[in-house]
Structure formats: structure tokens, C-alpha cells
């Protein structure tokens, strides 16, 4: 197997501390973003989607998605499961996941991606050229205030964001945190609940192994 990948970059980073925790070792390439290398066409004819991280496997087949690369790994590296065990478990933190993508990472991307320093027409990612909205910055903004209040919420009544279990629900929710500090936006001091997650998850060898300098 292959990963292309791209460090620092936060879906990247997802699969890099999803794979620290299972001590998965795969060999990596690296596609250049900022010099768009994900849309050269030899690229491209590996994953169409043209975006990383990609995963390669021994047949030439090439999975993209975060979700969908690090589900492959953890059907063939069970031990130390991140999707958890359970059934009621594993749907909680698929819907964790997704919120924390959508309302977390997304909305991110949406102050990001429709900044003035932005290039143009890469508005959303993909082979496609998509233009900026300026519009959007503001309910990118809002958006990510929100999200800061909902996740404050629920962690008060738990350590990590299913139960007592670190999981890929807290990965996404780790990275879409730390991604807008590319926005200059911080964590309230008021969300309490919050800031003693984040430290906590924070602490962790393969976060700390796998954060942008």
C-alpha cells in the first residue's frame, strides 16, 4: 500500500493520527497542495477526486475520503478500534465524526477557502474550479462559533466525545478545532468544557507527533 498524503493539511491529518494510534507504518507520498500537484494528470488518474489523502492499494485500486481510508485501515488493523465495538457505540461516533466534519472542518474551510489570499477559482476542492464567494466568510465565521458552543455542550457530560474512549469522532473534532487557528479564530475562554478536552486530547503521542509547528 501507498498513502499520498500531504502534512499539516487537516483531513491528511486525520489519517496520520488515526494510523499513529494504531501503529500502522505505510509508506507515504507527498502531493504539494500548495503548488497544486493533486491536479497534475498522473495524479489525477490515480484519484480523480483529485485530493489527499489517497490510499493505494497493492492492485493499483486508490481510496480516497478520510472516512473511507481509515475504515479500510480499521477493518484490516482491528486492534485498538477507533470506530468502536458496539453497535449502539459505533453509531454515535459516526454521527460525531460527521458533525464535526460538517460543522467543524467544513465551515473552516468555508472562512478559508473565500478569503481575499485565496486562489482564485479553488473555492472547494476537486478537479473542478469553483469561485470564491466573499459572502461566505461571515457564516463561515458564525458557523464555527456554533460549532465552539454545541461540542462545549456535550462535553460536559463526557471525557471524550463518545464515553470514556478516545475515537475518530475526537481525531475530527481535534483537527477541525486546530484548523481555525489557520482562520485566527480561538477558543472562547468561556468554553470551559472545551479547553479541558482540548488539552487533554492535546497530550496525546500521536497528536503531538502529527502537529503543524
Not at 489525477?44 to 489523502?53: H, I, L, S, T
Not at 475530527?172 to 479541558?196: C, G, M, N, S
Amino acid at each position: 500500500m501507498k498513502l499520498y498524503t500531504f502534512p499539516g493539511a487537516p483531513n491528511p491529518r486525520r489519517v496520520a493520527i488515526f494510523m499513529s494510534e494504531k501503529g500502522i507504518d505505510i509508506p507515504t507520498v507527498n502531493v504539494d497542495l500548495m503548488k497544486q500537484e493533486q491536479l497534475e494528470p498522473a495524479f489525477r488518474a490515480k484519484n480523480p477526486n483529485c485530493d489527499v489523502p489517497a490510499l493505494e492499494l497493492d492492485d493499483g485500486t486508490c481510496l480516497s475520503q478520510v472516512n473511507a481510508v481509515c475504515r479500510y485501515l480499521e477493518a484490516i488493523y482491528p486492534e485498538n478500534p477507533l470506530y468502536g465495538t458496539r453497535p449502539e457505540q459505533i453509531a454515535q461516533i459516526e454521527m460525531w465524526n460527521h458533525l464535526c466534519f460538517f460543522n467543524g472542518l467544513h465551515s473552516v474551510a468555508e472562512v478559508l477557502r473565500n478569503s481575499p489570499k485565496w486562489p482564485e477559482g479553488r473555492a472547494l476542492t476537486g478537479p473542478y474550479d469553483y469561485r470564491k464567494i466573499p459572502e461566505l466568510m461571515a457564516r463561515g465565521k458564525q458557523r464555527v462559533s456554533d460549532f465552539f458552543s454545541d461540542i462545549d455542550n456535550h462535553l460536559a457530560d463526557s471525557e471524550y466525545f463518545v464515553g470514556g474512549e478516545f475515537s475518530m469522532a475526537d481525531i475530527t473534532a481535534l483537527a477541525a478545532v486546530d484548523f481555525t487557528k489557520w482562520v485566527r479564530i480561538e477558543i472562547p475562554d468561556t468554553h470551559q468544557h472545551l479547553l479541558r478536552w482540548y488539552a487533554l486530547v492535546s497530550e496525546r503521542p500521536s497528536v503531538k507527533a502529527n502537529t503543524r509547528n
